[in-house]
């Protein structure tokens, strides 16, 4: 009785042994029912849990070989899409223990925690439901054997190859988003990715390669000057930043921004400072500009001609940061509508975070009990995979509201959840998604009433958990039972 979802995900896995190739699919249909569980409750059973961790630990698996099936599902079905958003992001995994310390567990931050990193490419549509990763790279920290002075550190890091460095994770994902695009002729792949991108190199490989790509700045760029300026005319401003600022507005948006406090009090980043809650006014700029290549010790590197748009607070608060997004980007800038897309489009990579934030809150990933790096690691991959189901669900249903239910769920699941939710026997034509998300929702605690929200990633994925065990029920003894067995 494996979730019809579980088999069609991992119809490709090859782990080189059928075994382990069943255990897969057991393991993936007991914890994406259970995603909020500890592995023991999610198993049925001593045996089972047993079974599930040595898994876990066999040598023949690995975080690469376990995301594949997923990986090959996720290229199908951006294939059926016009147009895909791939983001790009990094986020810690924290396996801190101060009472046992994970073996192989690498530095965070200054080394007091400890885990490790991990690095995805996600699809999602324009309309932000995720399609599923199209790759990742997990990895640990070395320890750090010297510690250097501030201009050591600075001198260390402008004599070292990007090949050396851990930030070569961009281009390296860009690259692979260039391969997703050459797999997928008929559907534009719009590669984005945080300020951490803006790495000269990733840009340059952007403009030779055949995705599109949205970098946000962090650095205002040195510009090139033109070689035969207009002498009448004032000088243009040197940096990336002042050019875009003196072009004329394209047009005003009223947004609202979301407060936020920083994690770090002693954090004096501009981007990592308080922010209250707020509606705003925003001015938007776009201009293409020819960027000057830095130096690098060890290659001579070219200049670029990329798009820039610029979007601005007008009148911030007092002591408040103001809001501000410069966005460097292949996409066209001609009219004010392509203007508007590329926002948009880079908004949608808000939605990898959402993804983080499920992984982490609604999988509990950071709190699984291993004695090893790689089996966590291990672990990590199966979670990710249940991370993008919960988030599907959620996304799906506000994409295609009135699309049947049926083209994600199986009658036993909705009928068994329509039944315990509405406590009567459910309609011969199934629910809309929408009206399905929102009974889901309804078990995972959310409060159905008439109003705009709906049921977030988390309520949806305990929903999902406390449904997995209807849908069984409904197979085992619901009124579509072949067998009936009587019970005194």
Known sequence: MVASWVVDELKDVNLEDKRLNDRMVQILDQIGGHPNASIPAACNGWAETVAAYRFFDNKKVSFEKLLAPHIEATYQRIKEHPVVILAQDTTEIDLTRPERKVIGAGPLDDG?????????????TPEGTPLGTVYAEAWVRDEDPVAMTKQEKEYDRKHTAIEEKESVRWV???????NVAEHAPTTQCI???DSEADIY?????GQRSSVDWIVRACQDRALETPENPDETAPEPPHHLRQRVLSTKCLFT????????KPKIPIDKRGRKQPRESRHATVEVRAATVELRAPWRHNRKLINI???VVLVTEVDPPDGDVPVEWMLVTSLPIDTVEQVRAVIQNYGVRWMIEVYFRTLKSSCRVEERQFETIDRALNSLAIYMIVAWRALMVCRIAREYPDQSCESIFAPEEWKSVHYIVHQQPPPDE?????????????LGGYVDRVRKDEPGPQTVALGLQ?????????????PETRNQQTYV
């Open 112 to 124: 007091s925690r400890r885990g490790a990193m991990l690095h995805p490419l996600m699809g999602f």
């Open 172 to 178: 390296d994902t860009l690259l692979q988003a260039k």
């Open 191 to 193: 590669c984005v990715a």
């Open 201 to 205: 190199e990733v840009l340059e490989l």
């Open 253 to 260: 948006n009223e947004i609202h921004v979301r407060g936020r």
């Open 305 to 307: 001609s990329v798009n």
């Open 430 to 442: 199934p629910p809309t998604l929408k009206q399905m998300t929102r009974m889901i929702g309804q």
């Open 466 to 478: 406390r449904g997995h065990d209807m849908a069984r029920c409904w197979i085992l003894f619901g």
